[in-house]
């Protein structure tokens, strides 16, 4: 059923201590086996996992897997941004995720880019054709946007300044991605975005980190996983179903591919994919 060109990929964020690099290497070695267009690397606002995201990025190339740092330009400089592509340039790096990112608390300055289009133009321009660019959309909108008709017009003036694809915050509501993909051709949008997919293994922090990013977490989800209090099991039994009938449906209905926030774990993403039959 599923069609044979799914484009798969996963997303890592640097981890804190030696011990942590080692556990994600041994979870990539798992994951190998989707053999995915690439690994991406998130990168924190205003430089604070500068190195370490570096460091995984490297840790990628060297396995032989295509590796795309994430590079958010808020709180950051020209000079910083220009050296950091130089870097990723010389690793031999060839995918971007270009965001703006958020200012963290405390942290005053906006820096010199203030939006991703920005950024997308200002990688163009320094380095030409040669990174692919991956832009940020949001199915749901973006919590800041002052409407969904601004959002998407944000969103294509992001494709105008050169990106290749788009990944989208991950989002339970299938109808979301195909209205806000529909909204983007009509406007004349043809780059490929591709639902962004987060399994599901603790309820209470996917409610938290929902609230703060602007993903919905549809009630009729909320209020079965709530049932289950602090019944593990099923939370994941649960949750494996309701994301493997997701990407079903949005593989089923022409999504391009699927890209999975793995937060550093194989077992639900591995286990979404066998469901999925893509292994
Ligand atoms: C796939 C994906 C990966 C991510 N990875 C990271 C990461 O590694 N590190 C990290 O810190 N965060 C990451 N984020 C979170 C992201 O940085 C935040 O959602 C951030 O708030 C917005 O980033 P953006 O690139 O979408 O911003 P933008 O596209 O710049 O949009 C931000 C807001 O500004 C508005 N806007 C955009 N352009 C303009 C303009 N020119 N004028 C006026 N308003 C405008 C938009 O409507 C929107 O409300 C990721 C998000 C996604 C979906």
């Known amino acids: ?30 994951l190998a086996v989707l053999k995915p267009g690439f690994f991406s690397v998130t990168y924190g606002a205003g430089g604070s996992t500068r190195d370490r995201t570096l460091e995984v990025v490297l840790d990628i190339q060297r396995e032989g897997h ?22 990723f340039k010389a690793a031999g790096i060839r995918r971007i995720v270009a965001l703006r990112g958020d ?21 163009r321009k320094e380095t030409g054709d040669h990174f692919h660019i991956e832009v940020a ?17 944000n969103f294509k003036r992001k494709v105008d300044a050169g990106a290749d694809s788009a990944i989208t915050q991950y989002f339970y509501n299938a109808d979301a991605y195909e209205h806000f993909v529909g909204e ?4 004349g ?4 975005i591709i639902p962004g997919i987060m399994p599901i ?19 009729w989800m909320r209020r079965k996983f709530e049932s289950y209090g602090d019944d593990a099991d099923s ?30 774990q194989s077992v639900l993403t591995l286990e979404i994919a066998r469901r999925l039959k893509l292994i």
């Open 201 to 219: 293994g603790s309820f209470s922090k996917l409610a938290r980190f929902s609230d703060s990013c602007g993903a919905e977490i549809p009630r």
């Open 1 to 30: 059923m599923q069609n044979m060109k799914t484009e798969l990929s996963c997303e890592f964020f640097p981890p804190q201590t030696a011990e942590g690099v080692d556990k994600l290497r041994a979870v990539r070695a798992k």
């Open 66 to 87: 295509a590796a795309a740092p994430h590079l958010s330009c808020i709180g950051s400089t020209r000079d910083s941004i220009r050296a950091l592509l130089g870097e």
């Open 235 to 264: 939370i994941r039994a649960f949750g494996l179903d309701v994301v493997t009938g997701l990407c079903q449906r949005l593989l089923e209905r022409g999504a391009p591919g699927l890209h999975f926030y793995t937060l550093n």
């Open 137 to 153: 959309a949001y199915p749901e909108w973006h919590p800041q946007a002052r409407s969904p008709r601004e959002d998407l017009l």
């Open 184 to 187: 983007a051709r009509a406007l």
């Open 189 to 192: 949008v043809t780059i490929p």
């Open 103 to 123: 200012l963290p608390s405390g942290m005053a300055d906006v820096g010199e880019l203030r939006y991703a289009n920005e950024l997308v133009e200002f990688i």
